[in-house]
Nanobody, 116 residues
């Protein structure tokens, strides 16, 4: 069973930065895509950023230019560098790994809180 461990969340002031990490128990090259979703209470889930096996990236419009997703295949880790954070970025961030159209794995989530 694949395990994904999210880390790096915390409390930061507006304008600050955080770096999230997603550590996989399995080689990340086995996944078609990895990335991060976020979800606040009573709000729909949002796909924040994704990176494919080949390194192509995609971002939610609201974070484009502020967030950067990278992968380290040697360490089986994906990172989400979040800069210029805003209070509206406050959310629980969940790492995911897509192995196929029908198989996805999830991290436990990490809380990001941005104070104004």
């Amino acid at each position: 069973q694949v395990q994904l461990v999210d880390s790096g969340g915390g409390i930061v002031q507006a304008g600050g930065s955080l770096r999230l990490s997603c550590d996989s128990s399995e080689s990340i090259s086995s996944f078609v895509e990895m990335g991060w979703y976020r979800q606040a209470p009573r709000k729909p889930r949002e796909l924040v950023a994704s990176i494919t096996r080949g390194g192509s990236t995609s971002y939610l419009a609201a974070v484009k230019g502020r967030f950067n997703i990278t992968r380290d295949d040697a360490k089986n880790t994906v990172h989400l560098q979040m800069n210029s954070l805003k209070p509206e970025d406050t959310n629980i961030y969940y790492c995911y790994a897509e192995k196929s159209e029908w198989i996805m794995y999830w991290g436990q989530g990490t809380q990001v809180t941005v104070s104004s």
